[in-house]
């Protein structure tokens, strides 16, 4: 190593020394607030090397996580090894809890992208393994996001795209309405977050007269509420309750 890295290291060095104090303060307050943001720890070394460990410890968590994000989207424009990018896309969300975009998009990339290149990978001529390939990852991508959420609760974004992972992917309403419910709940939350809440009660077994009440309650807002998915919704759930012809909502019929 030449004298100008060893000065530069040393430099970095140093910084990281003073500002751990800090970090770690920080740290401490941002847990109180419930905020769990990570630690700068030994573990970090192992993923991100000498040099960038040692950066992070210089203060430059920032410029570390942006630069493995790069690095992992050129890996996916270049030859998608996903192995790669899930090492990245971890330490970066390790650097960067707080950063909702890495969340949200490390989690896209598993359960949607790396899951169809699975489904679709002729190397395996299995199809049984290519569906449990699939579905592990679309594991990874809500793994993703229930860690994003746990570090940003107050993300209406994550909650959105937990739900819509669970009623599209896995095909499990009540944990979707579940999320969705939680994420109406969140101060700036899109108003069809409710709406996507009831849809997804609705579409649960078991729990079809209680989503049935919140169809008909989002019904009686008005018109901008009886939208098509909702009117049709309806209309099965009065059909499967044997809801008396004097109560039913009139279901006028789809437009052509």
């Not at 330490?91 to 790396?114: E, G, I, K």
């Not at 997804?200 to 989503?211: M, V």
Request: charged residues 25%; hydrophobic residues 45%.
């Amino acid at each position: 190593m030449t004298k100008r890295k060893l000065a530069a290291l040393f430099a970095l060095l140093l910084f990281g020394v003073v500002r751990l104090p800090l970090e770690l303060h920080l740290e401490r307050k941002a847990r109180a607030a419930h905020l769990h943001s990570s630690k700068v720890d030994v573990g970090l070394y192992e993923k991100v090397g000498q040099m960038g460990f040692v950066a992070v410890l210089g203060g430059l968590r920032a410029v570390v996580a942006d630069a493995l994000w790069i690095h992992a989207s050129m890996v996916w424009e270049e030859r998608t090894d996903w192995a790669t990018m899930k090492i990245d896309f971890d330490t970066v969300t390790a650097l960067q809890p707080r950063c909702v975009l890495f969340w949200d998009m490390a989690a896209w990339h598993m359960y949607a992208n790396a899951s169809i290149a699975a489904l679709e990978d002729r190397k395996q001529p299995r199809q049984a393994l290519r569906l449990k390939a699939q579905r592990e990852y679309w594991k990874l991508g809500e793994d993703y996001l229930t860690r994003g959420i746990a570090n940003n609760p107050d993300s209406a974004t994550l909650h959105i795209s937990l739900g819509t992972l669970y009623k599209d992917r896995f095909q499990d309403h009540a944990k979707a309405a579940e999320v969705f419910s939680r994420g109406a709940k969140i101060p700036g939350a899109p108003v069809y977050v409710h709406r996507f809440a009831v849809y997804e009660l609705a579409r649960t077994p078991g729990r079809e007269r209680e989503g049935y009440e919140q169809l008909l309650a989002l019904y009686r807002k008005g018109e901008d509420e009886r939208l098509p998915t909702l009117l049709r919704l309806l209309g099965e759930l009065q059909e499967k309750l044997n809801v008396p012809a004097d109560q039913k909502v009139d279901i006028p019929p789809p437009k052509p």
